[in-house]
């Protein structure tokens, strides 16, 4: 059973570009969970969906901030007109969902450098 | 709103010495994870802790949790190198949406 996928697993950008970040969950789950982790800094809540649904969204910035989790396909999250700020890892987690084993597994996330 | 600190962010041990981690939150939670996690890496989980009172250990690795005190431990027990990392707990928010909020990091270095 494959774990959580994440790609690119690097990503460069210039100021003003497009950022998408792809998230594979694990076979059977259908809990999606995006974190960003800042230089130095422990991992924030952004984001939690569920298949073609927003359960949680309190940690994203309002702006150029979105992600979805269509039926097929992996989970995205967009960054529009990245700037200097979004540098950071991203990582994605998927669980089951609610139930005894509520953990969420980790990818290996995507580092983004924005120049 | 939950909040987790832990203490201390940066330790210095030399090989073969003891140590404890602190997590403390400030919410109700009945699952509280610890997490090492190498440079440039993902997170690695090391420990679930569901109810007041649970211990678990792993090699050189113990953790317990007081769910009374919303406290959990992380202590090392004759450190080696090779435990050299950053070390997280996260608690599990609790009702409705249910997602993890991360302490800052323990960055431990074990030098020889």
């Known amino acids: 059973n494959a774990g959580v996928m994440q790609n690119p697993r690097h990503l460069v950008r210039r100021r003003g570009q497009e950022a998408r970040l792809r998230c594979s969950p694990m076979?059977?789950?259908?809990?999606v969970y995006w974190y960003r982790q800042l230089p130095e800094e422990g991992l924030k809540f952004m984001v939690y969906?569920?298949?073609?649904?927003?359960?949680?969204e309190s940690g994203m910035p309002k702006e150029r901030f979105s992600a979805e989790f269509p039926k097929e396909g992996p989970s995205i999250l967009r960054i529009q007109q990245v700037v200097r700020g979004d540098s950071a890892a991203y990582f994605c987690?998927?669980?089951?969902?609610?139930?005894?084993?509520?953990?969420?597994?980790f990818g290996p996330g995507t580092r983004l450098t924005v120049t | 709103e939950l909040k987790v600190e832990q203490n201390p962010l940066f330790l210095s041990m030399q090989e073969g010495k003891n140590y404890t981690i602190y997590c403390n939150y400030s919410?109700?939670?009945?699952?509280l994870y610890w997490y090492r996690q190498d440079p440039g890496k993902s997170l690695e989980s090391l420990f679930v802790?569901?109810?007041?009172?649970a211990v678990k250990q792993e090699g050189r690795l113990m953790a317990s949790l007081d769910t009374k005190a919303r406290l959990s431990t992380l202590h090392i027990t004759a450190a080696v190198h090779d435990l050299s990392a950053t070390y997280f707990c996260?608690?599990?928010?609790?009702?409705?949406?249910?997602?993890?909020?991360f302490g800052k990091g323990t960055k431990l270095t074990v030098n020889p």
């Open positions: 996260a608690v599990l928010t609790q009702g409705g949406s249910e997602k993890l909020v």
């Open positions: 076979k059977g789950h259908s809990h």
């Open positions: 987690a998927s669980s089951p969902g609610p139930g005894r084993d509520r953990e969420q597994y």
């Open positions: 969906l569920q298949k073609e649904n927003i359960i949680d």
């Open positions: 919410t109700t939670s009945d699952r």
């Open positions: 802790l569901l109810s007041n009172g």
